[in-house]
Structures are given as C-alpha cells and as structure tokens.
C-alpha cells in the first residue's frame, strides 16, 4: 500500500454499529463489563480508547512500524522514553536540540542520576569516544531544532547495535512522509505530533513507535501507570489530520525549497540552513535517507541587533510569529528566547542558535503572497 492510501485508510475502518466512515469519538472514561474481569477489551480509558488504538494503528502503519503509543504531548513521549531508563546510565544526543528536551534531560533526569553527553552527531563516529559500560541510549534528531543538522541514521544505527544500546531518532521535522527511521535501524521514532501529523495548529500530542515487542510493551505500561494519555478527541483530529500529510507535506517541501532559493542571495540574509542545498553539510546523506527536504528552514540576519531581529519578526503578515511547527499556515519564531530558551545561551550559540537567528515554518499558503510577506518583513 502506497504512502497516500495508508494514511487514509491504515488502522482505520467504518464503525461496525453504524457504517459511519470516520472513526466514532468515544468519549467515554470506562466500559461496562460483563462480569468481574469480562469485558470487550476495554476497562478503563486511560489504557484503551478505540479512537486512540485507530489512531496508533495508522502512525505505525505511516512509520512502517509495528507498534504505536500515543502520548498527550511530545514531552510526554519524550518522558516515557527516558523512564526506560535508571540512575547511573547515559545518553548520547546532540548538541541542536529542541529546547524542551534539553530541559526535561538537564533540568528533570539528571537529578535522578541520568548523564547526558550533548555532542556534534553530524559526524556519527563521535559517538563512539562517549561509549562506556554505562551508556544506554543515542537520541538523535534529524533534520535538528533549529539549525537544521543532518544526522545520518544508518552510522548511528550500526554503532548503536553493535554496543548494544537503543537508538531514538526524533522525526518531528522530516514526518513519515518524508523520512522512516525505522527503515534505516532506529530502535524507537518520536514524533511530535502536534507538528506535521496533525498538522492545523489545533492539537497537542506525541507518539512512540517501534517493530519491539518488549520496547512496545514497556512504552505501554509506562503510559497506563503515569496517564500521559491523549483525549479522543484530540485522537480523531489527528486520524483526520493524517488522512492529508501527504498533499500538505508535497506543499510544504514546493513552498520551502522556493523559500529558501528566493532567500539564499537576499541582501538582509547572512546565513540559510536548509537540507536541500548541495553545499549544506550532510547533503548527501540528507539525500538518501529523505524523499525531500521539507519546509522548515532558518536563517541568520545580517543585522544582528536584538532590535532588528525583534522587529522583523513581528513585521509579518502571512506569517504568524509563535511556537510550533507544521501547520497549515506559516509560522515564525525566534529560537533564542521562545523554543530554545531553556538552553544557556553560550551553549546556544555554539551551534549557531544566535540571537539574529530566525526559525521559518513554511506553510501550504500560495507562494506568491510567502515570498511578498518575506520580501516587505525584510525591508
């Protein structure tokens, strides 16, 4: 089954009761049973909802996985991951990073004795200087939040299995539809599927998925102990959300990649990152383990005053400056004191995340009026 036809039709069928094509809303906290322990497979919904199992059942299907569990956000996801864990074991990840998993790795994990080695992943063998007895996990994002690092996922892949360690890739900025890490060695994918999965800026929500059965069962019975749960509504807007990933996302790369030629030579530009640029580095790798290169994009201004970068981000009109990612409508954001503040500036700074840097999520507007929107917020 192609790519499109999955996500409208994977893990979701007509209600048997009715013939209603979308998937009920069951709106219910428990089920009736038919006597002590009898029941129809349902017994409290902070275990099992039938719109959230239809839902889990289409985002493993879109990440050719196995399993799926839905948390209420991407931290939550995030969280359940890291509960894997105990006091005294280590974890490899980069050093661009979303700004919320560095603070829930800093600021919530260390204090129970997690270490975390933030190190340049663009370069997959150096992860292995950080290898010792105690190390558990490599978590990688790919393309990263926000200067847009291309991690290549078969080395991590390779040197994760060979020391016997499990590999996360966080997938919240390529999607499904452009990138499956499960395809090329990850152990677990993230998503933030708040972004691109839901993908109308009316949803929070995250997801793990894995081909594990012991990993999936883990995931599960940390998500019934802790209730990080996603409600069933939020489940059906997602299912109806995915049914277009694929027409939104062929949008998204068309807009970004004319965004990001219309701004590569632009006199207020000092720096662009984008995948899709032979001369960004990890090109090639970005070639062969995307099917495309996607619309977020960031760029460096040239004035790179405080006041400057402040004003442009608010002189947009199309654009709407606020957090997130992967919605319909454009979106800018100011990294260095919206998603990534909880990261230390002289941290920040070494990867590039500076205060005149801009985070662009392209959206699926007409073009024509993206581009004019950037040509008169520049000037």
């Not at 749960?229 to 790369?253: A, Q, S, W, Y």
């Not at 994009?297 to 004003?311: A, C």
């Not at 995340?353 to 959206?363: K, M, Y």
Request: aromatic share 8%; proline share 5%; hydrophobic share 35%.
């Amino acid at each position: 089954m192609k790519f499109g036809t999955k996500a409208i039709h994977a893990g979701v069928h007509p209600d048997p009761t009715t013939g209603a094509i979308m998937t009920p809303i069951f709106q219910t906290s428990t089920y009736v049973q038919e006597s002590p322990g009898t029941n129809k497979g349902y017994g409290y919904a902070r275990g099992k909802n039938p719109t959230r199992e239809a839902l889990q059942d289409n985002i493993a299907a879109l990440e050719n996985g196995k399993h799926c569990v839905c948390f209420s956000s991407g931290m939550g996801a995030t969280d359940a991951v890291m509960k894997t864990l105990r006091p005294g074991d280590e974890v490899i990840t980069g050093d661009d990073l979303y700004g919320g998993s560095y603070r829930i790795f800093t600021k919530i994990y260390e204090a129970f004795g997690i270490k975390f080695h933030f190190i340049d992943l663009t370069d997959a063998n150096n992860i292995k200087k950080y290898i010792n007895s105690n190390t558990k996990m490599i978590w990688a994002e790919t393309p990263t939040n926000p200067t847009m690092q291309i991690i290549d996922i078969v080395a991590c892949a390779e040197i994760s299995k060979t020391n016997n360690l499990t590999l996360v890739v966080d997938n919240t900025f390529a999607s499904p539809y452009l990138q499956n890490p499960l395809d090329l060695g990850a152990d677990i994918v993230m998503h933030s599927v708040t972004k691109y999965l839901g993908g109308h800026s009316d949803v929070v929500m995250g997801a793990l998925i894995t081909n594990d059965d012991a990993i999936h069962e883990k995931l599960y019975f940390i998500l019934n102990s802790t209730g990080a749960n996603p409600g069933p509504m939020d489940c059906f807007l997602v299912i109806r959300g995915i049914k277009t990933l694929h027409l939104r996302m062929e949008r998204h790369c068309f807009n970004g990649r004319k965004v990001a030629e219309y701004l590569k030579n632009h006199p207020k530009i000092d720096k662009i990152y984008w995948p899709g640029f032979p001369e960004h580095p990890n090109h090639e790798i970005a070639k062969k383990q995307m099917r495309d290169f996607g619309g977020m994009i960031s760029i460096v201004l040239k004035d790179k005053t405080i006041e400057n970068t402040f004003k442009v981000a608010s002189s947009f009109k199309v654009f709407s400056l606020a957090e997130s990612l992967g919605g319909v409508e454009s979106l800018i954001n100011h990294p260095a004191t919206m998603t990534h503040g909880a990261i230390p500036k002289e941290e920040r700074e070494k990867v590039g995340v500076v205060d005149s840097l801009l985070r662009l999520s392209v959206g699926v507007e007409d073009i024509e009026d993206i581009l004019a929107d950037l040509e008169q917020a520049l000037a």
